[in-house]
C-alpha cells in the first residue's frame, strides 16, 4: 500500500493494487503472482483476530469460555492456517 500511497493512488481491492504496482513500478508477471499468492485472506486475518480476542477472554475469565467444539474448531483452522504458511514459504 505505501507503494501506491507514494504514486498518489489508493485502493480498497487488492487485485486493484497489483494492477497499479504493474503498471507504476513495472512488476512481471511472476512478481505479480508471488504478490497475490503471499496476500492473507480476509478469513485468514479474521481468524487471528478472532482467536487473539478469545485467547484475551478466556485469559481473564472466572468461568469457561469454550467447549470442546469450539476447540477443536479452532485447532483445525490454525492448522489450515500453518499449512498455507508453510506452503508459501517452500514455494
Request: hydrophobic share 35%; net charge negative; no cysteine.
Given at each position: 500500500?505505501?507503494?501506491?500511497?507514494?504514486?498518489?493512488?489508493?485502493?480498497?481491492?487488492?487485485?486493484?493494487?497489483?494492477?497499479?504496482?504493474?503498471?507504476?513500478?513495472?512488476?512481471?508477471?511472476?512478481?505479480?503472482?508471488?504478490?497475490?499468492?503471499?496476500?492473507?485472506?480476509?478469513?485468514?486475518?479474521?481468524?487471528?483476530?478472532?482467536?487473539?480476542?478469545?485467547?484475551?477472554?478466556?485469559?481473564?475469565?472466572?468461568?469457561?469460555?469454550?467447549?470442546?467444539?469450539?476447540?477443536?474448531?479452532?485447532?483445525?483452522?490454525?492448522?489450515?492456517?500453518?499449512?498455507?504458511t508453510e506452503e508459501l514459504i517452500s514455494a
Amino acid at each position: 500500500m505505501a507503494l501506491i500511497t507514494n504514486k498518489k493512488y489508493s485502493s480498497k481491492n487488492h487485485y486493484a493494487t497489483i494492477l497499479i504496482l504493474i503498471k507504476e513500478y513495472s512488476i512481471t508477471k511472476d512478481e505479480a503472482i508471488l504478490l497475490n499468492e503471499l496476500s492473507i485472506s480476509k478469513e485468514d486475518a479474521e481468524l487471528y483476530t478472532n482467536l487473539k480476542a478469545d485467547r484475551h477472554d478466556a485469559s481473564y475469565a472466572t468461568d469457561i469460555k469454550f467447549n470442546q467444539e469450539k476447540i477443536n474448531d479452532y485447532e483445525n483452522k490454525v492448522m489450515d492456517f500453518i499449512n498455507k504458511t508453510e506452503e508459501l514459504i517452500s514455494a
